[in-house]
């Protein structure tokens, strides 16, 4: 009876054994399928700037356009209206946290846009696809303090483009869009920054 008990014994701890690991292969697979999709999308934008058709395919809103209006819940749990900006103009962002270029680019906006154009200008960051606890952490982690927007189920993203990111525009104070952009690197800023001093003649 012992010997059995003790095989039984075996038989259990080897099950479980086998039964963590495959639970740990499973999460293993499923973040690098997520993380293989972001790696991808990253990966896409290089790709698109030097294929202009798929960079047009994916681009709804372009310089001329009239910004399409939405509603925004912020990180701080108010909410804004981007019509209601009018009056000044409005730089807008799509950006995500696992994304590098819009790490870049946000690391810049406070000293590059908000501290040198001030109160002359809005700027409305938008999280695209993520959760807010994930966007709030990774704000207060980097010590940010300008105000954030969120965008989980990518509505809002939808009405200016379908794919890539970091995606910028510069709408002017009527409502026009004067940029969109792509991707981020000293190009863009450049254009991002002629487009705002345009933007407040």
């Known amino acids: 009876m012992a010997t059995k008990r003790h095989t039984k014994r ?10 963590v690991v495959l639970i740990a292969i499973t999460a293993y697979l499923v973040v690098s399928i997520k993380n293989d999709a972001k790696a991808a999308e990253f990966n896409a934008v290089t790709l698109a700037q030097d294929d202009p058709d798929d960079l047009a395919e994916t681009t709804l809103i372009n310089a001329g356009d009239m ?3 939405f509603t925004v819940d912020m990180l701080d749990g108010s909410k804004v209206t981007l019509s209601k900006l009018q009056g000044k ?12 270029p819009c790490r870049m680019e946000l690391s810049k906006l406070q000293e590059h ?21 994930k966007v709030d952490e990774f704000i207060t982690d980097k010590g940010y303090t300008f105000a954030v927007g969120l965008d989980g189920d990518q ?3 939808r009405k200016y483009a379908t794919n890539y990111i970091p995606r910028c525009f510069v709408i002017d104070a009527n409502g026009k869009v004067l940029y969109s952009g792509v991707g981020y690197d000293d190009t863009v800023a450049m254009e991002v920054e002629e487009s705002i001093e345009k933007a407040l003649r």
């Open 10 to 19: 075996g038989s259990t701890l080897t099950l479980a054994i086998l039964l």
């Open 67 to 69: 910004a399409p209006d």
């Open 89 to 100: 103009p409005t730089l807008l962002i799509f950006w995500a946290t696992w994304c590098p």
């Open 113 to 133: 846009i908000i501290d040198r154009y001030g109160e002359s200008i809005n700027v409305l960051p938008i999280s695209r696809g993520e959760e807010r606890a």
């Open 155 to 157: 509505s809002i993203y």
